[in-house]
């Protein structure tokens, strides 16, 4: 009773507390649910980016997951695809090498006799190699035989100079031109002109007058005075040179001393020459069919030619020729599908284990 009583008393404060609350609640209510809903609305991001998150690692593992497994799955079939194509490659190199083994032996065997051919190349290289040292030393005989005939016509002409230039011997009074007193030693001319025989001219022989085909407006005098001297003094030339020079028969013309038929003529001669020249008298015609059918033709340094021998005279592979007869030279033993046909169980099953 005391209390409700405190309580009556004061009635009037607590309207006024309660108005003066009420009222401070007015004016915070918006402020505070403005506030409510900016934590609502984080903490609800919160929440949404989280699950996102969470979804997404799920995602990555599941992706991760199958594209290991479609990876792995696409290795194995290339895995596969490369194994049985090393099969394939290394069964048909085994089958080249047979091939090419069977094929050699069948031809040394019953087609080409290896030791014969190497026999012939070898005495052909021994003929070829005597023929070269003959043609050596016929070369260096040609041409010690040109030396000598180059150092005689040399020495010939050297004499003949030094007939001709004998005027310039020295004498006892005069040194000549070759041996002159300031050299130890007389010139090699000087020598030359001490060892040989002056030149002695001689008078042109005379000609008769039929022989002469000069015309008569060219005709020289007959009638000439006699020489001062029977020798000519200084460096002449000899007389029956001058007077051929000096009277010498008209030289015809390019078209007068030229035949007609002088191109006929100079194309039968070439036409000799190449045919003189030639290997064989039967040339090689491209894009013809003279070559088809034709024997082999023997060597020129060789007894023995080198050609196909006849069955039935001295070797082995002419044995059995009536089993030969229907054999092809080469002949495929398997093909590579015929490997895939008989291996394939085997690739298939390698492709498993692997």
Known sequence: MAALLQLY???NVIKEEYYTRNRIAEENRQREHDAAVKIQSWFRGCQVR?????????????????????????????????????????????????????????????VHNFYARKRYLDELAKKNGQIRRELEELAEQQRKERERTAMEKEEKEKYTQAQRLHFLLSTKQCPGVFNSPFRQEPDEMELRLRRVKPVRTQSAPKEPWHLNQQPLSLQYNKDKLPPIHKTPQGPFRPAVEVQQQRYRPLEPSLRVATSITALEEAREELRRQEWRTRLIDQPFVPFSKAQRNRRYE????????????????????????????GKQPFKTVFTSCQVFEKYGRLYSNAGKIV
Not at 298 to 325: C, I, M, N, V
């Open 9 to 11: 008393t004061q009635i």
């Open 50 to 110: 989280a699950y996102l998150s969470h979804i997404h690692r799920q995602a990555t593992v599941i992706q991760k997951t199958c594209r290991g497994f479609a990876a792995r799955q696409h290795f194995r079939e290339r895995l596969k695809t490369a194994y049985f194509l090393m099969k394939i490659h290394f069964y048909n190199k085994m089958a080249v090498k047979i091939q090419q083994r069977w094929r050699g032996y069948f031809v040394r065997t019953y």
């Open 298 to 325: 023997s060597l020129l340094h060789t007894a023995s030619p080198y050609q196909q021998e006849e069955y039935g005279k001295k070797h082995f592979r002419e044995e059995d020729q009536d089993q030969l007869k």
